[in-house]
């Protein structure tokens, strides 16, 4: 009687461990019906084709947007760095009402305007204001031509150079930068600055572009403006 009792322990033990948990097998019959694996009525369960479609399709890929998920693009920070040091304010407060001179009132027919209308580097707006090729082919890109501008026509006291390029052979001198000061105020410190040096001074005018140029002998000027929707003003010079 023992011996049966223990035969039959063990086999139902045995049954036990060859059962797997309830929901293991539940999770294994819904994996095989949602793949269509299964048969239900002696027939083929039926697929539903958008969860085959999404299970089996290949990956397909836009080229076109490959970029747009900016992948390779380093993004700010959601917060400024406590650690960083803030950028210094625009001052202006070099430039005093001694130092400006009112620009004469603009002429609307604005020849000038139309050389710098298109032009996309400081070279082609060089070319098309002097007319010297053998000049304006030969000009070297460098931060450091902003340096080098005649003292009688410098850069404006807050000025932040973006590029610059010259020649020293024809003393080609071209600057852009910008400027937190309005366009007014720009033109009335170049105007009190070329006045004092002997230079002539013109003021042309068209849209949101002004141009203020002048000669004195063989030497030459002219100051491209323009307003920064950003604020402040947006400038090209060229010396000669």
Known sequence: MTTNRALLLSVLLLAACSKQPASQQDLDSLDKELTGATQASGADNQRDPALTAALHDQIMVDPALTQSANTNVVRPPSRPDPLS?????????????????????????????????????????????????TCTQRVSYSAGWANRLPADVPLYPDARVREAAGNDACGLRVVSFTSGAPVGRILDWYNARVSRAGYSAEHQASGAMHVLGGTRGDAAYVLYATANPAGGSDVDLLVR
């Open 85 to 133: 040091i803030p950028t210094d304010p625009v001052r202006d407060d070099r430039v005093t009402a001694a130092d400006l001179k009112a620009v004469p009132a603009a002429r609307k027919d604005c020849p000038e305007c139309r050389k710098a209308d298109g032009a996309l580097t400081l070279g082609e707006l060089a070319s098309r204001q002097s007319g010297d090729a």
